[in-house]
């Protein structure tokens, strides 16, 4: 290692991929706001390291969702963690996951969550619809987003009676940030139901 961090300190090759590994990692770390002076290597905080990694992540994505087009990394960053993700929370597995262990009552939630959905929103990314035309096939009433399938179709006005703990208790305006911190396993549950009635042509 000594042999190696004594190579890194030569004048690096000009592709990135080509210089000594050590000289990649402090790049890497200095990129993030680390410095490692490779003249003087010291001993490298570990917790100021991850602090540094979390945060750069969290600038990443937080810069990638104000650009123009990034309307699912909005509908995450915004509707579902509704401006509150930080750089602790993104390095922290949702509960949901620990919660909800099966499978097939994951992924409904999981989809909803992340804007992975089985509704025209989604659906007309695959085919390049632009997004005001993906209206909902059920009702017409609007572009089938996740606010729309778990708030506003028609279609699922029963569903929404029948589970109503999950909306008698939000506060108004409804978002989708306060109804995502309910619980994970009632969640699931709801969720599951509009999934199975696409996936079973209903
Ligand atoms: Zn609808």
Do not use: N
């Amino acid at each position: 290692m000594t042999a190696s961090v004594a190579l890194a300190v030569a004048p690096g090759h000009r592709i990135p991929a080509r210089q000594p590994w050590a000289q990649q990692l402090a790049a890497a770390l200095a990129a993030m706001g680390v410095q490692l002076d490779l003249h003087q290597p010291q001993p490298v905080c570990k917790a100021a390291v991850q602090s540094a990694c979390s945060a750069w992540q969290l600038k990443q994505l937080q810069d990638a969702a104000t650009r123009e087009g990034a309307s699912k990394l909005q509908h995450y960053t915004q509707g579902v963690w509704g401006g509150t993700l930080d750089a602790a929370s993104l390095g922290t597995r949702a509960a949901y996951l620990a919660v909800v262990r099966e499978r097939s009552r994951r992924a409904p939630l999981a989809q909803l969550r992340t804007g992975s959905h089985w509704g025209a929103e989604e659906t007309g990314r695959w085919d390049k619809t632009p997004p005001e035309q993906r209206l909902c096939s059920h009702c017409g009433g609007g572009v089938e987003t996740v606010q729309h399938v778990i708030f506003d179709c028609p279609l699922y006005a029963s569903l929404r009676t029948r589970f109503s703990d999950l909306f008698c208790l939000l506060p108004e305006p409804h978002t989708l940030h306060a109804f995502f911190q309910q619980p994970p396993a009632r969640l699931a549950t709801f969720c599951r139901i509009p999934q199975a009635a696409v996936a079973g042509g209903a």
